[in-house]
């Protein structure tokens, strides 16, 4: 079989990206539509998004040929047709929830993650906000099991596109609820409001990409609830709109972490596999002891959407 190279989705679609932060911004900034722009903030997001084009294009040769050595040991060999892009689309959508989960459950990952839930606003410039040094963190390796299944790399890139051109709509408080049938399958502006936030009870919960059923299905999903409004950003905030400080604040955290360890292998491998939060001595500040904590001093939350009874 003979196979072409798509279009780069993301890239023909940067036009779009520009018009609709343009018309979100507008609409906010004269009151016709709901949610918040701070300049600053909104310029950061946009830097790293650029940064995060510049970084994927010098990279994407080398993790595209990693794939391509993996694809003579598939165990079958899957056209390209309407169907099988429908099942690489999702298939690579549910890959992409563990690949996310693992972003928010260990600290090597989330280091790099981080950048993406650093801004205190959320709005269309927040899906912008993209990390400077994701394709060195290993979890491109995901992409493996689907190579060996049949799916060329330049499919699942492909449909990775249309997955990152899909979530780019959901960041975004112009949007309130969409209605109950596609709530209840898609993910959608309420259900990654709750992603994105703080509030103890929302903490790494709703890490689908396009399909909210994920979520549902492992038990991550909480609602988003009127009575706890979201508040966005990252529970250490990075206190800074410089693009440099945004992109690396947490490789340097990690770094200093690991320097106060001394020479202890064992204490550095812990911190980078265990979740955001965790110390060796044991006095954790994980999501775990934030939600318990929360249930404490709110004993009338027991047991409610996203905390523990």
């Known amino acids: 079989m003979e196979f072409h190279d798509f279009p780069p989705v993301t ?18 900034k004269s009151g016709r539509l709901h949610g918040r722009y701070e300049t600053k903030d909104a310029f950061t997001s946009l830097a790293m998004g650029i940064g995060n084009v510049v970084v994927n294009t010098a990279t994407a040769t080398l993790f595209f040929w990693l794939l391509i050595i993996a694809w003579p ?18 298939l690579y959508d549910f890959i992409y929830y563990w690949k996310h989960r693992f972003a928010h459950r260990a600290r090597w990952w989330w280091m790099e993650h981080v950048t993406h839930h650093s801004s205190e606003h959320y709005n269309l410039t927040t ?18 099991p689907m190579v060996i299944l049949g799916f060329h ?57 396009v399909f909210i059923i994920w979520d549902k299905m492992f038990g991550t999903f909480v609602p988003e609830l009127d009575e706890d409004k979201p508040v966005y950003g990252i529970v250490k ?54 939600k318990q904590a929360y249930v404490d001093t709110h004993p009338d939350q027991a047991g409610k959407p996203g905390l523990p009874r």
């Open 11 to 28: 890239t023909y679609a940067a036009p779009f990206f520009v018009l609709s932060v343009a018309l979100e911004w507008w609409g906010v």
């Open 73 to 90: 040991y598939r165990v079958l060999t899957l056209p390209y047709t309407w169907w099988s892009f429908l099942a690489c689309f999702v």
């Open 127 to 144: 899906a912008l906000r993209q990390p400077w040094f994701g394709p060195f963190t290993g979890l491109y390796i995901l992409g493996l």
């Open 153 to 209: 790399p330049y499919l699942i890139g492909f449909a990775a596109g249309w997955n990152l051109l899909y979530q780019f709509w959901i960041h975004t408080e112009a949007i309130n609820r969409m209605p109950k049938w596609f709530e209840a399958v898609m993910n959608t502006p309420s259900h990654h409001r709750v992603h994105h936030a703080t509030n103890p009870r929302y903490l790494d919960t709703n890490y689908a990409g």
């Open 237 to 290: 905030p990075v206190g800074s709109y410089n693009p440099f400080t945004v992109a690396f604040h947490e490789f340097f955290a990690l770094m200093k972490d690991c320097a106060n360890d001394g020479l202890r292998p064992d204490k550095w491998f812990g911190r980078m596999i265990n979740a955001p939060g965790w110390s060796p001595d044991g006095h954790h500040s994980r999501s775990v002891e934030l």
